[in-house]
């Protein structure tokens, strides 16, 4: 079993930045797909970001060039750096890992972004 404690979000302008952290306790593996999702209000779940444990990376197509995930596989943790932030972003951001099909979830954390 995984526990995912996401940190970081809160309220900012448009073109401003923040950075979201997810700590993950019990063992993570290399093998495990780290990511971050997000939903925003009457949306379904979307996928942000992921990465392998050796570093590949996949965007969504409208966080690119914006957005960019990391992972310290001997912290365990997922990060994510949000620059230029749009009002579009606004959501719920959670951390996933996906572990041979299976996904565990992080509680969420709120993103806002003011126009």
């Known amino acids: 079993q995984v526990r995912l404690v996401e940190s970081g979000g809160g309220l900012v302008q448009a073109g401003g930045s923040l950075r979201l952290s997810c700590a993950a306790s019990?063992?993570?593996?290399?093998?495990?797909?780290m990511g971050w999702h997000r939903q925003a209000p009457g949306n379904q779940r979307e996928l942000v970001a992921t990465i392998t444990g050796g570093g590949s990376t996949v965007y969504a197509d409208s966080v690119k060039d914006r957005f960019a995930i990391s992972r310290d596989n001997a912290k365990n943790t997922v990060t994510l750096q949000m620059n230029n932030l749009k009002p579009e972003d606004t959501a719920v951001y959670y951390c996933?890992?996906?572990?041979?099909?299976?996904?565990?979830w992080g509680q969420g954390t709120q993103v806002t972004v003011s126009s």
């Open positions: 019990g063992m993570i593996f290399s093998f495990d797909i």
């Open positions: 996933n890992i996906l572990r041979r099909g299976l996904n565990y």
